[in-house]
């Protein structure tokens, strides 16, 4: 497997991972991980919509994977992508609020791990 190959399949199957906190609250240590500032306790599980991951919180700490791609029509199209709960939508340039029609599709695009 070539560098580029690799890179590429690093950046569709993205991780992250956190360690877990520990708190002494009224003399009991309690244990969570953290994200973005907020505090979860161990076997929480979330999807963050900003940065398209799925996130859970488990005694090993807090492990996230990407769940969206960013796609890019590859050539001139009258489409664009835009991306919407981690959801890929095809809209037409000119007016974003109508879809693009099928046959104004890009015929190529490149999608890569959010």
């Known amino acids: 497997m070539d560098a580029r190959s690799l890179l590429v399949l690093m950046c569709i199957v993205q991780t992250a991972s956190g360690a877990l906190w520990g708190e002494v609250v009224h003399g009991k240590v309690v244990k969570f991980c953290k994200h973005k500032g907020i505090r979860l306790l161990p076997t ?40 919407i709960a981690c959801k890929d939508t095809w809209v037409l340039k000119a007016d974003t609020t109508k879809k693009c029609p099928t046959h104004l599709m890009p015929k190529a695009m490149t999608a890569v791990g959010k």
């Open 44 to 83: 929480s599980t979330f999807i963050d919509y900003h940065d398209c991951s799925r996130c859970e919180c488990s005694d090993d700490g807090l492990s996230c994977q990407s769940v969206g791609l960013t796609v890019k029509a590859v050539g001139e199209t009258k489409c664009s992508n835009v991306t």
